[in-house]
């Protein structure tokens, strides 16, 4: 079994003063937690939680990357940046980028493929739309994504996020049976070595079962994430 990664996004939320989060977990987490844990804030805030978090087993990671290592790309960050300021992963393809930025899959496998070569791990997001679901297409959405936003190598340091957009910030979580369904198809179509993340609306409080599901290997919080309480709430039931 693979270890489970329980990683925050904090999206676009979080001010300096956010950083007394960070420090609260870390005084909960102490020097072994059960499971691997990663915060991905705001890219002007990395540094300083890198530094804050250096000598605890908590990681930071970028929200998104350039796919090119750097350029004329006004208001980019590019995956090299990240690293150098300490980042190990960093999110790519996530839903909210993939709608409001109008990112493809071909866009966020050049993507992941920046992160590998910056030496980040890519957390590629993967979901389907409700739209998508009630047409019953979530399987064949979430396989053609996986297809197409994959790095042409794949390795075993990539993680994979499903992540239903209609579960994300609503607070509606996709049920056990559709989360066991969904992760199933995906260990067939990557392989064992692939960690497989499930994101949407996951709280302390359903976060047990989520997490013990067969072929979940983590989760990606979003609004959970932003409070220790919260966050170790959920690391505490992985
Ligand atoms: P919520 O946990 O707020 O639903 O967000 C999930 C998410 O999008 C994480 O990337």
Redesign the pocket.
Known sequence: MLRKLIAG?W?MNGLRHSLDEVSSLIQKVGKDPKADILICPPALLLMEMARQTKDSPIMVGGQDCHWRECGAHTGEISAQMLADAEASHV?VG???RRADCGESSKIVKDKAEAALAAGLVPII?VGETLEQREAGEAASVVREQVEQSLPAHPKSEIII?Y?PVW????GKVASAGDIAEIHALLREQVGAAIRLLY????KPGNAAEILHLDNVDGA?????SLRAEDFYGIIKNS
């Open positions: 996004n999206k999110i996530h839903s909210e997001c996020a992540e579960a994300i910030g609503t994101g949407g609306s996951v990606l919080v979003g609004g959970a």
